[in-house]
């Protein structure tokens, strides 16, 4: 999957176009095939969407093909036309092939995707009740729940009979600015839509009731290609009688029926066809994008809306803000907790599992447990590691979390010994160094409201005395929890650099453990280990080393 692609689809930030490769490798010459390719993806960029062409190279499924891609299946020699029953075949034996209707819906679906656009359909064929020979686009729409824009069915088919069949697979049939439905080359073909949309507004109201009533077939939103694009529907028709006529003869018969015809068209009209085809594509696409900028921009205003209503049922409360890091933890124990742990070489058997951590995730997953709304920022990467970490935090408001994408999420590796207690830990948090006063300063907002501000030793310590300055700015409670002993000394101290001009301290609360206290007494007094045997030592510290002891 293409990186803009993926991203899209998990952050939600634009909506996602699948679009067909058939139209690359059997629906146009080369190198007409791949501009027309190229111009309907910069077509729908510009109405505000993301394209993401769909096909298969060498066995390998690609969702957002990039240009070289498009390019190199293009000049595929004995390219497959890959529909959803050949699908496994052409992924087993590494061919390349592009993608059907039917194909393109299915792996569109799988990926997340809700919106397709296409020429048009594959429908019920002429004397389709006596051959059977009906699209498996028609049956996929029927299983599939996206919005499919096209130009209605190609004429060469039994229209009337194929929106039968539609209906018979629960589709939601409706036609943008006509009440007729259209019939590809041509803006009508004389038989009535099921339903009529005046304008892409009335699209969003129909594609939002369809998501809210969760419904699982499709919607099929065809649009008529404008009239001074269209080819001469008297010219269009007469050409396919006598391609079909052809077929007829030559006895061509199931998915090379489509193929044969359209390209006889195309030499009958002198190209007029194939310049209808190109010019309904590429309107399909500008329409297809802008109905789905349309609908995900009125599900985010709304979705803000809500989120202000809530925030506004409740607007004395501040909210905790928690500062720190963020880990995958991968936990290892023996299996057999009679075995003890060997080292230099052998595998030991083991129980192990994945969790999210990190010291400030964990403060803020409690927080959100307590329902205080916390605001959590942290540093990640786009990676799986990072996804993980997200997807156990979906409730919570992730705006503090930010994604670097040539960063690795940090990752805690713990070895249980056979009691239960750590053996071996070690981790790889390099990305908290990104939680500097430079990401900070993005959030002041959230710093200067915030209820009380919780920090842990995973953060830089100019990050640290950043967040303390601003605490004692606004009169901020500061929580600091030092995450482990060996960070707790300088942490803890980076947060001290203030002149003592007033009776405030840094922190208003601190949560050490008698190892991470005794780490922090021997930094703030400077005692050494060797004087803390000399007598030189507060009550205080007798009673942690008698504790610790």
């Known amino acids: 999957m293409d990186e803009e692609v993926e991203e899209a689809l998990r952050d939600r930030s634009a909506p ?76 087993s034996k590494q061919c390349s092939g592009g993608t059907t209707v039917a194909a393109t819906m299915l792996l569109a679906h799988k990926c ?58 629960g589709v939601t049939v409706a036609t943008l600015g006509s009440y007729d439905f259209p019939a590809f080359f041509t803006p009508s073909s004389g038989i009535k839509s099921p339903i009529h949309l005046f304008n892409q507004l009335e699209a969003v109201s129909l594609i939002e009731a369809h998501r809210k009533l969760d419904i699982d077939s499709g919607i099929l939103l065809a649009v008529p290609i404008p009239q001074h694009l269209a080819a001469s529907a008297v010219e269009i028709q007469d050409a396919i009688e006598m391609a079909l006529k052809e077929v007829s003869e030559k006895k061509i018969t199931g998915k090379d029926v489509t193929p044969y015809v359209l390209e006889r068209v195309n030499k009958q009209t002198q190209g007029r066809s194939l310049d209808a085809n190109i010019s309904l594509i590429k309107h399909n696409a500008m329409v297809g994008s802008m109905v789905a900028r349309k609908y995900h921009d009125l599900h985010e205003r709304k979705e803000n809306e809500k989120e202000e209503q809530k925030q506004q049922a409740m607007p004395n409360r501040r ?41 400030g995730r964990n403060i803020a997953e409690n927080l959100m447990k307590l329902e205080t709304n916390p605001f959590f920022i942290s540093a990640i990467g786009s990676d799986t590691a990072g996804d993980f970490i997200i997807n156990q935090l979906k409730s919570m408001d992730l705006n503090g979390m930010k994604r670097f994408g040539n960063e690795k999420t940090a990752v805690y590796n713990g070895t249980l010994n056979r009691e239960g207690e750590l053996y071996l830990g070690m981790v790889d948090d390099h990305i908290h160094e990104k939680i500097n006063p430079e990401l900070l300063k993005s959030h002041e907002d959230e710093l200067r409201d915030a209820a009380i501000i919780c920090i842990d030793g995973n953060l830089p310590h100019e990050s640290i005395k950043f967040i303390s300055d601003s605490c004692a700015r606004f009169h901020t409670p500061l929580l600091f929890e030092p995450a482990e002993m060996f960070k707790a000394p300088l942490s803890f101290r980076a947060g001290c650099h203030r002149p003592t001009t007033t009776k405030r301290t840094p922190y208003t609360y601190t949560t050490p453990n008698l190892i991470e206290l005794k780490a922090i007494y021997q930094e703030m007094t400077g005692l050494t280990p060797s004087s803390l045997t000399q007598g030189k030592m507060s009550w205080s510290y007798r009673w942690i080393l008698s504790v610790t002891s």
């Not at 505000?48 to 096909?55: D, F, K, L, R």
């Not at 020429?119 to 599939?144: A, N, P």
């Not at 009337?160 to 018979?168: A, R, S, V």
């Not at 290892?332 to 129980?351: C, H, L, Q, T, Y």
């Open 112 to 169: 997340g995707m809700e919106y397709f656009v296409t020429g048009g359909i594959g429908g019920v064929h002429r004397m389709g009740e006596v051959t059977m020979d009906v699209s498996c686009d028609l049956r996929q729409l029927g299983r599939t729940s996206l919005t499919l824009v096209c130009a209605g069915v190609k004429s060469i088919l039994d229209i009337p009979k194929t929106l039968e069949y539609l209906e018979t697979e």
């Open 319 to 359: 909210r905790p803000v928690v500062v720190g890091g963020a880990n995958l933890d991968v936990i290892a124990k023996p299996r057999d907790s009679s075995n003890e742990i060997m080292k230099f070489g052998p595998s030991n058997k083991a129980v192990i599992n994945m969790y999210s951590g990190g010291v």
């Open 16 to 91: 996602v176009i699948a679009l067909e490769s058939t139209i690359i490798t059997h629906g146009m010459p080369y190198p007409k095939n791949v501009e027309t390719a190229l111009e309907v993806e910069s077509i729908i960029r510009a109405g505000g969407s993301i394209p993401a062409t769909i096909g298969i190279l060498n066995g390998k499924i690609n969702i957002g093909m990039k240009q070289e891609q498009i390019n190199e299946l293009a000049r595929t020699e004995n390219c497959l036309k890959v529909s959803r029953h050949n699908l496994a075949e052409v992924v």
